[in-house]
């Protein structure tokens, strides 16, 4: 059974930085993505970063792009979530999913949250302006 595990929410100013973490466990010898999804009170879940384990391929929603950056630590099997120049909009809940097996190849990276099949309790991030 995967099971992840986020850790490095909290509370920040508008500018500064917080690095999010997703610990996973139970993968076996097939590739697997991981995302980091967000939802804000009142809104939609929305995707902010992926990353697949084999090639690294990563995406980013408009929104973050420039300011956060996925990086994978394979040998943890850990994820993290570098995010600089925070805004008050990015205040929301976080959250790890990971999409195992993975099958997508070199071309294809599962950017919506109806892709993924195994999903954290979620980090809140508040940025107060």
């Known amino acids: 059974e995967v099971q992840l595990v986020e850790s490095g929410g909290g509370l920040v100013q508008a500018g500064g930085s917080l690095r999010l973490s997703c610990a996973a466990s139970g993968f076996g010898f097939d590739d697997y993505a991981i995302g980091w999804f967000r939802q804000a009170p009142g809104k939609e879940r929305e995707g902010v970063s992926c990353i697949t384990s084999s090639n690294r391929k990563t995406w980013y929603a408009g929104s973050v792009k420039g300011r956060f950056a996925i990086i994978s630590d394979n040998a943890r099997n850990t994820v993290y979530l570098q995010m600089s120049n925070l805004k008050p909009e990015d205040t929301a809940v976080y959250y790890c999913?990971?999409?195992?097996?993975?099958?997508?190849?070199?071309?294809?990276?599962?950017?919506?949250?109806?892709?993924?099949?195994?999903w954290g309790q979620g980090t809140q991030v508040t940025v107060s302006s």
């Open positions: 999913a990971a999409k195992y097996p993975f099958f997508g190849g070199d071309y294809y990276i599962p950017q919506t949250d109806d892709e993924y099949n195994y």
